[in-house]
């Protein structure tokens, strides 16, 4: 069956702090990746995306996520965190055929504390 | 565009009671989707639909919860008897659907508490 574990269930960085986020997917062939990030009260917002091609792919507000087969792992990453970038961060995988509008199966989510 | 709006954002009501959530998708979306958010069990789907047709409703907790689709601009997600073990955060998602995967977007959420 298809899963996404996110082993940290809450990281705390400081501020200016470089940041990695892991995910880690069961799925028997190449999955649609995807992260997520959700500010308290707020719904989910698209973050970056993988679906082929260049394994590192570039996101919004400054992050960027690396695609490794042979692990199985799509880790978030950001050089400099900044403040407002506190939030919960959801890793996702899916849909499973090409063209199909199927469903994210989500992880856990890990949740992002930035000190000053 | 306004983005995906839900109502109410937060709902509380005692057990047994019905409980109607509300969503519209953004304007030109086909697919709709809605979510349940909880500590225990995080981000699950519930139901989903394309060209306002349920196609996987594998999600939905047991009969007590329907969902419609009457229209591409409005769905219901309804919970009787509302249970308070139903408590949670449902999120509505919608998305265009094409020949490729597209980005699904995210309602802020309704919070439902059940007492």
């Known amino acids: 069956a298809q899963s996404v574990t996110q082993p940290d269930i809450h990281i705390t960085v400081s501020e200016g702090a470089s940041l990695e986020l892991r995910c880690n997917y069961s799925?028997?062939?190449?999955?649609?990746l995807f992260w997520y990030v959700q500010s308290p009260g707020q719904g989910l917002q698209l973050l970056l995306k993988y679906f082929s091609g260049d394994t590192l792919v570039q996101g919004i507000k400054g992050f960027e996520a690396e695609f490794k087969r042979s692990q199985s792992s799509f880790n978030l990453r950001k050089p400099s965190v900044h403040w407002s970038d506190a939030a919960e961060y959801f890793c996702a995988v899916g849909p499973f055929s090409r063209g199909s509008q199927g469903n994210l199966i989500f992880g856990k989510g890990t949740k992002l504390s930035v000190k000053p | 565009d306004a983005g995906v709006i839900q109502s109410p954002r937060h709902e509380v009501t005692e057990m047994g009671q019905e409980v109607t959530l509300r969503c519209k998708p953004i304007?030109?979306?086909?697919?709709l989707f809605w979510y349940r958010q909880t500590m225990m069990r995080g981000l699950e789907l519930l139901i989903y639909f394309n060209n306002n047709v349920p196609i996987d409703d594998s999600g939905m907790p047991e009969d007590r919860f329907s969902a419609k689709m009457p229209n591409a601009s409005f769905s219901t997600l309804k919970i009787q008897p509302s249970e308070p073990r139903d408590s949670a955060v449902y999120f509505c998602?919608?998305?265009?659907?094409?020949?490729?995967?597209?980005?699904?977007?995210f309602g802020p959420g309704t919070r439902l508490t059940v007492l």
């Open positions: 998602a919608s998305s265009y659907s094409s020949l490729g995967y597209n980005e699904q977007f």
């Open positions: 799925y028997g062939a190449t999955p649609y």
């Open positions: 304007s030109g979306h086909n697919s």
